[in-house]
């Protein structure tokens, strides 16, 4: 749950840490958990001045999951 939440709000662009953290309530030991495991799936992208991004992949993925109703 905690991980299409992330997706979701990086659907609408690049987040900081920070936001991911704030919009998850997650601690940050769990949420560096969270990131690093969606960064191995490939969904989202390296941190880039200190902004995360979906992938194409990832931004693939969300559509889809939101058009089936996930």
Do not use: D, F
């Not at 662009?13 to 997650?26: C, D, E, I």
């Not at 495991?37 to 992208?45: C, F, K, N, P, T």
Request: hydrophobic share 45%; aromatic share 4%.
């Amino acid at each position: 749950m905690q991980r299409a939440r992330m997706l979701a709000m990086l659907l609408g662009g690049p987040g900081t840490y920070q936001s991911l953290q704030s919009a998850t309530g997650l601690r940050p030991g769990p949420l560096y958990h969270h990131i690093h495991e969606l960064r191995l799936a490939g969904l989202i992208a390296p941190k880039v001045r200190n902004n995360y991004e979906l992938t194409p992949l990832g931004l693939r993925a969300v559509v889809i999951a939101a058009a089936l109703g996930a």
